[in-house]
């Protein structure tokens, strides 16, 4: 009898749970029960951000690309079985947004089948923060350390551009000072490069710029290295109108100046010329202020920027040489005329250098009185030019000359 009794209590067990199994078949599929059901991490959709712009000039300064919320659906337990969080569409729409700073934003959601209900829709909201989109003049800085002889200085540093445009949120451009840019090693010479550079606060600390962009993202940098050299000054002479270097004494205050320069550019200067000195211009011991001018690319560090030239003159002298007129040559005189010269002699007074006046003799002169334009007889008083020859210099006429020469027909030749 007791085995009877354990038989019947399984069967009863397994006539029970498929019974079970049908009531449950039965309440699932025909019944269907509303149920809820929390989606985690359904992806916001931001949109209008554009358009905040155009309205209010605003920027958003949050990463609303991974936005996400969750989101409590409710409907026939059917077909929220069939709902994954992808298929669940929520969207932010920015232009909702009128002031800048920190907006809480009510999203819109759309459920992937109009038979379900968003139960926690009141809840589902995203924070944005936005600002005014500004654009902005920063300056760039330079910033270095240089190991330098005691004979180099640096030049005049350039960046360029001078200023990075940039446009961002206004509350992060407000933090940034400078755009500072800096050489990553020590500068030993003459340095030329395109370095990047870092937005950085009026402390020089790194600003951080996640809403910034510039329109530029390099500078080009020059930090000249020079080289110092004194060198003395001067003028260029040229001899002339009787004067050799020896005759004059040039003096010049300062005579000479301190420069900076590239190193290949300095090492082959030797002096500095301040202007040329033309000898046959000078008839007397003169004085003058010069601009101390440098050619690009070097530097004046003795901070003189005139220097005083002084020229004396240094023994020279007038001599006064009576010479024939046996010496004066006629040229283009007319055909069928006599021409006589009425002066017996004539008074040259000659100047320059006592060195070159004093080896002047009368045979290194000459004399020519030139008849062009002359056709007919008479008294002409005539120029006389003055050259010389056989002399090594040239000594300066003093004065101009002139004779008097009577033009008269040549008299017929007489007849046997």
């Known amino acids: 009898m007791g085995r009877r009794k354990i038989r019947f209590n399984l069967l009863?067990?397994?006539?029970s749970f498929i019974l079970a199994i049908?009531?449950?078949?039965?309440?699932?599929g025909i019944q269907d029960p509303t149920i809820s059901e929390t989606f985690y991490g359904v992806k916001v959709t931001v949109v209008g951000e554009d358009t905040l712009y155009q309205n209010n000039g605003f920027t958003v300064m949050s990463n609303v690309d991974n936005s996400t919320v969750n989101v409590r659906l409710s409907g026939k337990r059917s077909v929220i079985l069939k709902v994954n969080p992808q298929d669940i569409y929520v969207e932010a729409d920015l232009s909702r947004i009128a002031r800048a700073g920190t907006a809480s934003l009510n999203c819109t959601v759309v459920p992937p089948d109009s038979t379900l209900t968003v139960e926690n829709l009141s809840d589902i909201r995203v924070q944005i923060d936005?600002?005014?989109?500004i654009t902005a003049q920063i300056p760039v800085k330079l910033e270095y350390q240089t190991e330098l002889t005691e004979n180099e200085i640096v030049g005049t540093t350039s960046v360029s551009p001078e200023t990075i445009t940039v446009r961002g949120a206004e509350s992060e451009l407000s933090g940034i000072s400078y755009a500072l840019v800096s050489p990553e090693n020590t500068v030993t010479a003459s340095y030329y490069d395109e370095l990047p550079f870092t937005f950085v606060d009026s402390s020089m600390e790194p600003v951080e710029t996640s809403y910034t962009t510039s329109v530029s993202n390099r500078v080009k940098v020059t930090i000249p290295i020079l080289e110092k050299k004194t060198l003395p000054l001067e003028v260029h002479i040229a001899e002339g109108g009787g004067l050799l270097r020896e005759n004059v004494d040039v003096e010049i205050s300062p005579n000479r100046i301190t420069i900076a320069g590239e190193k290949s550019v300095v090492e082959g200067m030797n002096s500095l010329v301040l202007k040329d000195v033309d000898l046959s211009a000078l008839t007397k011991s003169s004085s003058s202020t010069e601009d101390i001018v440098l050619d690009d690319g070097l530097v004046n560090i003795s901070g003189v920027n005139t220097a005083t030239v002084k020229?004396?003159?240094?023994?020279?002298?007038?001599k006064t040489m009576i010479v024939p007129a046996s010496q004066i040559s006629i040229i283009n005189a007319p055909q069928g005329f006599d021409v006589t010269v009425q002066e017996s002699d004539l008074q040259l007074v000659i100047w320059g250098g006592n060195s070159l006046i004093s080896v002047v003799k009368n045979t290194n002169i000459n004399f020519i009185v030139d008849l062009t334009g002359v056709s007919d007889s008479g008294e002409y008083s005539l120029d006389v030019k003055v050259s010389f020859r056989d002399l090594t210099a040239t000594p300066r006429v003093v004065g101009s000359y002139k004779v008097t020469v009577v033009v008269e027909p040549t008299p017929p030749e007489e007849t046997e």
């Open 311 to 318: 020229i004396s003159l240094l023994n020279v002298s007038e």
């Open 130 to 133: 936005v600002d005014a989109l």
């Open 12 to 15: 009863y067990l397994i006539l």
């Open 22 to 28: 049908f009531l449950w078949f039965y309440v699932m």
